[in-house]
Each structure stands twice: as C-alpha cells, then as structure tokens.
C-alpha cells in the first residue's frame, strides 16, 4: 500500500511555493515517512524553521509548527525543548539560514547536545531571498552575489555538527530518496542533537547559474558523486576528492543538555 502523505498535510496550505525540480519536496517526503516510522503524536511533536524556501515546510505539515526569524530557528527550537522537554523538537531549513546567519545558534545547539533533529537542506544557495552565495557555495561557482565565480572555501555542514559536538550526524543527497527517511529517523529516535544534512536542488538560483542543463543533471551528479560512508573508509583522501560520503557519520552517547540542566535544578533547590 502506497504511504498516506495526506493524513500530515495541511490541505489548506497547499498548493506549496516550490519549483518544479526544487528538492524541498522529497526531503518533506522523507520527513513525514521518517515522522511516521517513529509513531510521533502529532500533539506531541513540534516543527520550527527560520527564513527561507526550505522553512516554508513547516508550514504544510500538521504538527505544531513556528516559521520563525531568519537563522533563529534552532534557537526557538531550544527554548520549546526547554521549556517542554516531553515533546520531540524538530528543525527544517536551509544551508543560508542553517550555517550563515544561524551559524552561532546552530554551533551551540550542537555544543549543548540538546535533544532535537536538525534537518538541513543545504542546495549550495540563499534560494529564497534572491540567489546569493552561501557558506555552501563550492568554490568558483555563481551566485547572484559571486557572477565572478565564489572565491571562498566551503563549510562541510556535517564536519561543522560534528565538531561543534553533534551527537548524531547523517548525510544524504535528494537523489536518495529511500535513504533521507532512514536516516531522519535513526536521528529523531537518538537522544541529544541530531543533524541530518541533505544535500538538495535548486535548479531555479543555482542551477541555472552553473550550467546545470537540467534537474534531471543536477540528480546525476549526486548519484555519481555519492560514496557510502563503508566504502569510504577504504578510500584515500585522493580518491575521495569531489565525492560526498553518505550514511550515518558519528553518532556518540553524551549527556543530553535538558536532562543535565533538570539535574541542576533539582540540586540548587535541595540546597
Ligand atoms: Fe527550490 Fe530554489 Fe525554487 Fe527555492 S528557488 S523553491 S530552493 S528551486
Ligand atoms: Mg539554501
């Protein structure tokens, strides 16, 4: 039996704002198959994204949501853990949002180990807010702010999460559909800060600009460029130029930062 998309949608939301070709749809895809594998009560389960195309997805979906400021989302993400440590905290949003203009909340929300899933959907661009470059802009690509060609080297997201202290830390690409629930998933079922990056598409701002001829060669490419994270560690560094490694990166057990404070509290008052 086909997976009942419907039964998480907000009908009255759609038709939604994406392109045609626009990865952000098999990433919400992915999302809610993910939601779904790990029986999450729709009462109990909060959904927040900053600014921008891939933090419109909140707002299709039927939880409890906040489409919040630009690159705050992490941040109000924190205060409804914090304040509501029984719910399960989830994150959408893009690279621009994610590692630009959130970067410091991003940085500290893996720092803490605090206990949400970060889905970041990083297509290499600021979609939304008129094609600018990004962290995640590759070197020498065009952007609307970089005709020229990027001259800046590149934020690997999920080295970042890792060495800010993510606890949990996935990759996968919008052409591997089957994998992006999976590993959504394995992140909302680990306790402490789960970061799952998905590189994605957007043929509109950066595909058009790097000569992408179309979606379907923009989906080729992470196909071709795809290493599973097994295979990886038999490869040399030489061999694995260009590649992106996929699958579950680090995942450790840590304290998780709710728990952890709880217990401070719980001492001051028996002072
Ligand atoms: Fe997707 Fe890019 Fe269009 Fe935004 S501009 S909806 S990221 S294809
Ligand atoms: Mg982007």
């Keep these: ?14 038709p939604h704002i994406w392109c045609p070709g626009c990865g952000h749809g098999i990433i919400l895809k992915g999302l809610l198959r993910a939601i779904d594998a790990c029986e999450l009560n729709k009462d109990n389960t909060a959904i927040v994204s900053g600014i921008g195309c891939a933090s419109r997805l909140p707002g299709y979906v039927d939880f409890n949501t906040l489409h919040t400021a630009h690159g705050r989302a992490a941040a109000f993400a924190t205060g409804i853990k914090m304040a509501k440590p029984e719910m399960n905290v989830l994150v959408v949003g893009g690279d621009g949002d994610g590692v630009a203009i959130g970067g410091n909340h991003f940085i500290h929300a893996c720092r803490r180990n605090i206990d949400m899933t ?3 959907c990083n297509n290499f661009i ?29 934020f690997d997201i999920s080295q970042l999460a890792i ?39 957007c043929p509109t701002t950066y595909g058009r600009r790097n000569k992408f001829r179309s ?7 992470f ?10 560690e038999k490869m040399s560094k030489e061999e694995l130029d260009g590649k992106i490694v996929t699958g579950i990166l680090h995942r450790e057990e840590r304290p998780e930062y709710c728990e952890q404070y709880a217990q401070v509290v719980k001492t001051a008052r028996s002072l």
Excluded: W
């Design 223 to 232: 196909k071709e460029q795809a290493v599973p994270v097994a295979k990886a």
């Design 1 to 14: 039996m086909s997976f009942d998309y419907d039964k998480y949608l907000r009908p009255g939301k759609l």
């Design 118 to 120: 970060y889905v970041i």
């Design 215 to 221: 979606v379907v060669d923009m989906m080729k490419r």
């Design 126 to 154: 600021y979609g939304m807010t008129g094609g600018q470059f990004s962290p995640c802009t590759p070197t020498g690509d065009r952007a609307s702010t970089t005709p020229y060609g990027n001259p800046d080297p590149v």
């Design 163 to 201: 060495g800010a202290g993510a606890t949990f830390v996935a990759r996968s690409t919008s052409f591997h559909a089957a994998q992006i629930d999976k590993l959504i998933a394995e992140g909302i079922r680990h306790k402490g800060m789960a970061v799952i990056e998905i590189l994605d598409d």
